[in-house]
């Protein structure tokens, strides 16, 4: 696999220099300057090629070429914004640069409501508690009908949470949620946003009366649309999965599992019509086996996110380390059945001081370095026992 790494830009605070020096090949990013919907020009894609081939690297993917909400509801925007999608594809294709990640999630990209829980050895992870998402959801989000979301044993939990919830720690996981997790990408939510509860039940409202079925049809209107533009240009889209891959915030949801992956891929039978296989992602949820998916769907995947998860009673979870037997062997069958695929390390913990550079979350430095070296590892060994069969 090429060894990739997540670069947020001229202004990240890694730079080019410093990643080529740590053993990276190629550059994952996106042009975040440029607004959800707008064209990128061929200008502005060259611009960004050149520029990290000025620093011995390239760019492998981008990620992510954003889908505007009104792409994903079905809005009355959605004809135009497809077509500056088409436009932007053929700029990246004459460019030279042939692999797009993206999602098909509403709203939300990702979610965690804490981004710097302390593991024993005195790093932090990201963690997904499911009684403080429903505490969120139930009564600070107040969405109508929430409560009936969650099974009786989470509500017990929120109980108890309400006896020591303070305004402070409601401004946590709000900034946790819907801020801080989505305001450094091109996401809805802005950083910068006074009232982001409120902006964030406009989001929510967009989605009334779209359930899966209806995701799924304006998806494949979708894909459909752009697989031209991918053919001409031999450019891969691969979608990334729900993360978490569960039914939150009465959105749906629709690729959390094999037979959402099975759906999307046979909906579009187009090769160019894939997945971003993020083993941390679909790990997240306990009904996926996700070394069984990789085996199954390395034909059609194209980028590859090198993470997993742990899955806790209750439905909680939380970033696992990239040693993880299961990550090795979604390493082995990468490695050896989709060689020169596109693959990065993926929310690491923050360690040696990441924790006071600013880094944005999950995206630490020091924790991104040791977990590719980690699977830089596993890679090695893969390919010295593929040699040694051959022998």
Same mark, same amino acid.
């Given at each position: 696999?090429?060894?990739?790494?997540?670069?947020?830009?001229?202004?990240?605070? *890694?730079?080019?220099?410093?990643?080529?020096?740590?053993?990276?090949?190629?550059?994952?990013?996106?042009?975040?300057?440029?607004?959800?919907?707008?064209?990128?020009?061929?200008?502005?894609?060259?611009?960004?090629?050149?520029? *990290?081939?000025?620093?011995?690297?390239?760019?492998?993917?981008?990620?992510?070429?954003?889908?505007?909400?009104?792409? +994903?509801?079905?809005?009355?925007?959605?004809?135009?914004?497809?077509?500056?999608?088409?436009?932007?594809?053929?700029?990246?294709?004459?460019?030279?640069?042939?692999?797009?990640?993206?999602?098909?999630?509403?709203?939300?990209?990702?979610?965690?409501?804490?981004?710097?829980?302390?593991?024993?050895?005195?790093?932090?992870?990201?963690?997904?508690?499911?009684?403080?998402?429903?505490?969120?959801? *139930?009564?600070?989000?107040?969405?109508?009908?929430?409560?009936?979301?969650?099974?009786?044993?989470?509500?017990?939990?929120?109980?108890?949470?309400?006896? +020591?919830?303070?305004?402070?720690?409601?401004?946590?996981?709000?900034?946790?949620?819907?801020?801080?997790?989505?305001?450094?990408?091109?996401?809805?939510?802005?950083?910068?946003?006074?009232?982001?509860?409120?902006?964030?039940?406009? @989001? @929510?409202? @967009?989605?009334?009366?779209?359930?899966?079925?209806?995701?799924?049809?304006?998806?494949?209107?979708?894909?459909?649309?752009?697989?031209?533009?991918?053919?001409?240009?031999?450019?891969?889209?691969?979608?990334?999965?729900?993360?978490?891959?569960?039914?939150?915030?009465?959105?749906?949801?629709?690729?959390?599992?094999?037979?959402?992956?099975?759906?999307?891929?046979?909906?579009?039978?187009?090769?160019?019509?894939?997945?971003?296989?993020?083993?941390?992602?679909?790990?997240?949820?306990?009904?996926?086996?996700?070394?069984?998916?990789?085996?199954?769907?390395?034909?059609?995947?194209?980028?590859?996110?090198?993470?997993?998860?742990?899955?806790?009673?209750?439905?909680?979870?939380?970033?696992?380390?990239?040693?993880?037997?299961?990550?090795?062997?979604?390493?082995?069958?990468?490695?050896?059945?989709?060689?020169?695929?596109?693959?990065?390390?993926?929310?690491?913990?923050?360690?040696?001081?990441?924790?006071?550079?600013?880094?944005?979350?999950?995206?630490?430095?020091?924790?991104?370095?040791?977990?590719?070296?980690?699977?830089?590892?596993?890679?090695?060994?893969?390919?010295?026992?593929?040699?040694?069969?051959?022998?």
């Amino acid at each position: 696999m090429e060894k990739t790494w997540r670069w947020f830009g001229p202004d990240d605070r *890694i730079t080019l220099g410093m990643l080529r020096q740590i053993g990276v090949e190629g550059i994952v990013t996106s042009l975040h300057h440029i607004a959800n919907g707008d064209v990128w020009t061929y200008d502005e894609v060259m611009k960004m090629k050149l520029f *990290i081939e000025s620093h011995g690297l390239r760019w492998s993917v981008v990620e992510s070429l954003p889908v505007c909400e009104a792409i +994903k509801y079905g809005g009355d925007d959605r004809d135009r914004l497809i077509a500056n999608y088409i436009e932007s594809l053929a700029n990246l294709g004459k460019a030279g640069v042939k692999t797009v990640c993206y999602n098909f999630m509403p709203v939300l990209d990702w979610a965690r409501t804490d981004l710097d829980y302390p593991n024993p050895d005195g790093t932090t992870n990201l963690y997904f508690n499911r009684a403080e998402f429903a505490y969120f959801d *139930i009564f600070i989000l107040k969405r109508e009908g929430a409560q009936a979301d969650y099974d009786e044993a989470t509500l017990l939990r929120v109980d108890e949470l309400r006896q +020591k919830m303070d305004a402070d720690s409601e401004r946590r996981l709000v900034e946790n949620i819907i801020v801080k997790t989505q305001g450094f990408v091109n996401g809805n939510i802005s950083e910068n946003d006074l009232d982001p509860v409120a902006r964030f039940r406009e @989001l @929510l409202d @967009l989605y009334k009366g779209i359930d899966a079925d209806a995701l799924r049809a304006n998806m494949k209107y979708f894909l459909e649309a752009i697989m031209p533009v991918c053919r001409e240009y031999d450019i891969n889209m691969c979608v990334h999965p729900d993360d978490p891959p569960l039914q939150i915030l009465g959105l749906p949801r629709i690729v959390t599992c094999d037979a959402d992956i099975e759906a999307f891929l046979e909906a579009v039978p187009d090769p160019h019509n894939g997945l971003t296989f993020c083993a941390g992602s679909l790990s997240a949820g306990a009904h996926n086996d996700v070394v069984s998916l990789a085996r199954k769907y390395a034909s059609r995947t194209h980028f590859v996110h090198a993470r997993i998860c742990n899955v806790l009673p209750g439905g909680d979870f939380k970033e696992a380390s990239h040693l993880d037997p299961r990550l090795v062997e979604v390493v082995r069958i990468f490695e050896r059945e989709r060689p020169g695929v596109p693959m990065r390390v993926d929310h690491a913990p923050l360690m040696l001081g990441d924790g006071e550079m600013g880094y944005n979350a999950g995206y630490s430095f020091h924790g991104r370095m040791l977990a590719l070296g980690m699977v830089s590892g596993m890679m090695a060994a893969i390919n010295n026992e593929s040699n040694t069969e051959k022998r």
